[in-house]
């Protein structure tokens, strides 16, 4: 009996390990050039203070927020994927839907933004919106930035239970309530003057898009 030859596909990871040494390379970049903010940003979870010291509008600009940015839509995006490949919807290898994954990530995140701007201005809360949205870009970067390593080891591995990504999934839902309650309690004068306004903004913009999303993508695969 002849037996037939198949030909072994190998899976090409070195994109993935390109861009986890480059995404690791700049967050060592960031530690080493704002080492003490850095510390006070590693502790974000257990203390407010990093949040009280850098409240001012101009460190949404700064290259500290703008290195981890990018940081922020690589992890997100690694862990879209990958979790969509441990429920089977997706490759884990595929390079083309992590370009697509992140671009619409960018877009989002970007677009969301302008569009909190420009309600901001004609609700009369641009001040507020602002440091709101530093507060929101710090808890989002922080949880980036901690599930990078655990992208990784997920990367690297096969037969990763389905609770895994759940988890980690439930542990950044609690960070964000986290972080709104501490939005709130540290601007808590402000929205009080203005609370018509803040529960219409959280409303429009900080429930209806990740519900939309959440119709889109279940519609979606249904």
């Not at 569009?115 to 870009?137: C, G, H, M, P, R």
Request: charge should be positive.
């Amino acid at each position: 009996m002849i037996e037939q030859l198949h030909p072994r596909i190998l899976e090409n990871k070195d994109w993935a390990t390109l861009l986890f040494v480059l995404t690791f390379a700049v967050v060592a970049m960031t530690k080493s050039a704002y080492e003490t903010r850095f510390s006070e940003f590693s502790k974000l979870i257990f203390s407010d203070k990093y949040a009280k010291i850098y409240r001012d509008n101009s460190h949404m600009k700064s290259s500290f927020t703008v290195g981890l940015f990018f940081v922020q839509i690589v992890s997100y995006a690694f862990f879209i994927q990958l979790t969509m490949n441990i429920f089977g919807y997706a490759s884990k290898t595929d390079w083309i839907l992590f370009i697509q994954i992140a671009t619409f990530l960018l877009y989002f995140i970007l677009g969301k933004y302008l569009i909190e701007k420009i309600v901001a201005t004609s609700f009369n809360i641009d001040d507020f919106v602002e440091l709101f949205n530093l507060q929101k870009v710090t808890y989002r970067t922080y949880i980036g930035v901690l599930i990078l390593p655990i992208n990784a080891i997920l990367f690297y591995y096969n037969n990763i239970p389905q609770i895994i990504p759940l988890g980690i999934i439930g542990i950044s839902l609690c960070i964000s309530v986290y972080s709104y309650f501490i939005s709130i309690k540290t601007y808590q004068n402000v929205i009080i003057g203005k609370l018509f306004y803040f529960i219409l903004y959280l409303c429009a913009l900080e429930i209806a898009p990740y519900y939309f999303l959440y119709y889109w993508i279940t519609k979606g695969s249904a």
